[in-house]
């Protein structure tokens, strides 16, 4: 990494890497199905009878691969331009891509960018996990909370991961995958730059959400109001 390299530019980096790891495993993967296709009309024990469904299955399983590598292809192609760059993408809905990076760096200014920790400035939040990014601006946010992801393997329990979630007023989600005392820290953080936030879970908020979300994102923005107010 350069010394001189800005906050921005590491989360460039980093999204970079993780897509790249991403995008090379896929693409192996792609290769193995398009060489079982290729050769599954000669492995076929169950086609000695009709040998021309053999290779017709291989020619079929070949063509999934082939247009799996070409979805690869085009999503990296994509992601060389400026309209399909992921961070622009994010930094989009907050207006010119550029001008937000600058807004960001400006923030983050002294600051290493490192994935799978939850950068929380002012006026931001930037997170990223492997090839995926989330950049929200905190006064966008209006939910917060940590949840316990259990997971399963042919429905037996396999063990549980936690994740930070965040919702946005534009009704958007954010999972950021973490260790517990991490996501509790990142709370912490948020909790202290929109203190107008709920930041936790219950089962009335979530239903009041999934019921009626315009009225969840009134009643923080009352709170909201209130909070500046009082620090006036």
Same mark, same amino acid.
């Given at each position: 990494m350069? $010394? $001189?390299?800005?906050?921005?530019?590491g989360?460039?980096r *980093?999204a970079r890497?993780?897509?790249?790891?991403s995008?090379?495993i896929?693409?192996f +993967?792609?290769?193995?199905?398009?060489?079982?296709?290729?050769?599954f009309g000669?492995?076929?024990?169950d086609c @000695? #009878?009709?040998p021309?469904?053999?290779?017709l299955?291989g020619v079929?399983?070949?063509?999934a691969?082939?247009?799996?590598?070409?979805f690869i292809?085009r999503? *990296?192609l994509? !992601?060389?331009?400026?309209?399909g @760059?992921?961070?622009n993408?994010?930094? $989009?809905? %907050?207006?010119?891509p550029?001008?937000? $990076?600058?807004?960001?760096d400006?923030?983050?200014?002294?600051?290493?960018?490192r994935? !799978?920790?939850v950068?929380?400035?002012r006026?931001w939040?930037c997170?990223s996990f492997k #090839?995926?990014?989330?950049?929200? !601006?905190? &006064?966008?946010? *209006?939910?917060?909370?940590i949840?316990t992801?259990?997971?399963? /393997? @042919?429905g037996?329990?396999?063990?549980?991961?936690?994740q +930070?979630?965040?919702w946005s !007023? &534009?009704?958007?989600?954010?999972a950021m995958?973490?260790?517990?005392?991490?996501?509790?820290q990142?709370? +912490?953080e948020?909790r202290?730059? =929109?203190p107008?936030m709920?930041?936790? %879970?219950?089962e =009335?908020?979530n239903q009041? /959400?999934n019921?009626d979300?315009a009225?969840?994102i009134a009643?923080v &923005?009352?709170?909201?109001?209130?909070s500046?107010?009082d +620090?006036k």
């Amino acid at each position: 990494m350069s $010394a $001189a390299e800005g906050f921005v530019d590491g989360m460039r980096r *980093v999204a970079r890497r993780g897509f790249r790891r991403s995008a090379i495993i896929q693409g192996f +993967l792609a290769l193995v199905v398009i060489g079982y296709g290729s050769a599954f009309g000669a492995i076929c024990e169950d086609c @000695n #009878a009709r040998p021309w469904m053999g290779w017709l299955f291989g020619v079929c399983i070949a063509a999934a691969g082939l247009a799996w590598g070409v979805f690869i292809l085009r999503g *990296v192609l994509k !992601r060389r331009t400026p309209e399909g @760059n992921p961070l622009n993408l994010q930094f $989009a809905p %907050y207006g010119d891509p550029i001008a937000v $990076a600058e807004q960001i760096d400006r923030e983050f200014a002294g600051e290493t960018f490192r994935p !799978r920790h939850v950068h929380v400035a002012r006026s931001w939040v930037c997170f990223s996990f492997k #090839a995926h990014v989330m950049v929200r !601006r905190v &006064d966008a946010l *209006v939910w917060a909370y940590i949840e316990t992801v259990k997971h399963r /393997w @042919n429905g037996i329990p396999v063990g549980t991961t936690t994740q +930070l979630m965040v919702w946005s !007023r &534009d009704r958007r989600s954010a999972a950021m995958p973490l260790k517990k005392q991490a996501a509790e820290q990142a709370l +912490l953080e948020l909790r202290a730059a =929109a203190p107008w936030m709920p930041c936790g %879970y219950s089962e =009335a908020m979530n239903q009041t /959400w999934n019921d009626d979300s315009a009225e969840f994102i009134a009643l923080v &923005d009352e709170s909201r109001v209130k909070s500046v107010a009082d +620090l006036k």
